[in-house]
């Protein structure tokens, strides 16, 4: 396909824009309608190493690359707004194979209320997908970043840990043995994961004092939180949550299960901490905003240090998330 007619394939397949958007797709620029204060984060995907191509679908694809971005949207507790694409597509990609990705991508902007609003596209040696997205807030003083932990706070997660780990397992032939429903609902929280956009909002309204996305594994990003504040937290295995099928898997690989969920990047849940007079305010408003939303208290920040990190208790050594090595 020629970039002329990518162009119109996008046009005719995004879904609407928001109020805000004065001008979408088909000018040099975006124009929208600026409102209060603007939280931005650009996120990139390439086949071979954040997915291959070959284990998901197109629509699959589209999905994680919004995802994955939105998910920094959440982690501020920001409304989501706009988001801009640039694709990088192999030579020889076929018209349905984009009209698929796109067809992803615009399911979960309609689903998070997103306009989709413009981009790049180019020619590049394998599939690249970065997506830009911008957040907003009436007050700055509504976004909770990584900072704000303090002494004496509790360390909480949304949902449950390892389920993308394990459906990335089961894509390399582990986990044959275990019931179809248990295999779909991994496989989906690798594929398709869920931005946490109504639990971030919700939580920083509700007075969470520090806030991640479980983007690289608990581990490491648990340990961000901790660098920023300036803290030690310590974390219980035995009370992070694991998903349905982990701990079979943990076994075929000979993991332990907790170890493996913790280290586990992708779940794309939230990691937060507050203080024990904010528990009760953030259990009630994160049931009002998503009433299926579990929180597991998982652990506890132990005080200022001058080597902040994170300590799992019973495990010597630590544990590592992922990250990416030049």
């Known amino acids: 396909m020629r970039e002329l007619d990518l162009i119109a394939t996008l046009r005719e397949l995004l879904p609407p824009v928001g109020p805000r958007v004065v001008r979408g797709l088909g000018d040099d620029c975006a124009v929208v309608r600026a ?24 629509a699959e694809i589209g999905h994680r690359a919004l995802a994955g971005a939105l998910s ?5 507790g920001a409304h989501p707004g706009e988001a801009y694409l640039a694709f990088g597509l192999p030579a020889g990609t076929d018209e349905q194979f984009l009209r698929s990705l796109i067809a992803g991508l615009g399911e979960l902007a309609t689903a998070a209320n997103v306009s989709l609003c413009g981009g790049d596209l180019t020619v590049a040696p394998v599939l690249t997908l970065t997506v ?87 581990a490491s990003d648990c340990a961000q939180i901790a660098r920023a504040s300036g803290v030690e937290i310590e974390i219980e295995l035995a009370k992070v949550p694991l998903a349905d099928g ?64 994170v300590r799992f208790a019973g495990i010597v050594g630590g544990l590592e998330g992922y990250e990416h090595r030049w």
């Open 132 to 218: 830009s997205v911008v957040g907003w807030v009436d007050d700055p003083g509504e976004l909770v970043g990584r900072e704000g932990a303090r002494p004496g706070d509790l360390v909480a997660v949304t949902g449950q840990l390892g389920g993308a780990g394990g459906g990335l397992a089961l894509l390399a032939g582990v986990g044959q043995q275990l019931e179809p429903g248990i295999r779909d609902d991994l496989h989906r929280a690798y594929a398709t994961p869920i931005p946490r956009l109504a639990e971030g909002r919700a939580l920083a309204l509700a007075g969470a004092s520090a806030l991640i996305d479980l983007s690289d594994g608990l």
């Open 72 to 76: 920094d949207i959440g982690a501020m």
């Open 35 to 58: 409102g209060g204060y603007a939280v931005t984060s650009i996120d990139t995907m390439v086949d071979g190493v954040h997915f291959r191509a070959e284990q998901l679908t197109p």
């Open 246 to 309: 982990v701990a079979q898997l943990a076994a075929e690989l000979g993991s332990d299960p907790v170890t493996f969920a913790a280290s586990s990047g992708e779940d794309y849940e939230l990691c937060f901490c507050a203080a024990p007079a904010a528990v009760a305010g953030i259990e009630s408003a994160l049931r009002d905003a998503v009433p299926t939303t579990r929180i597991s208290w998982i652990g506890r920040v132990l005080g200022s240090s001058a080597s902040p990190g």
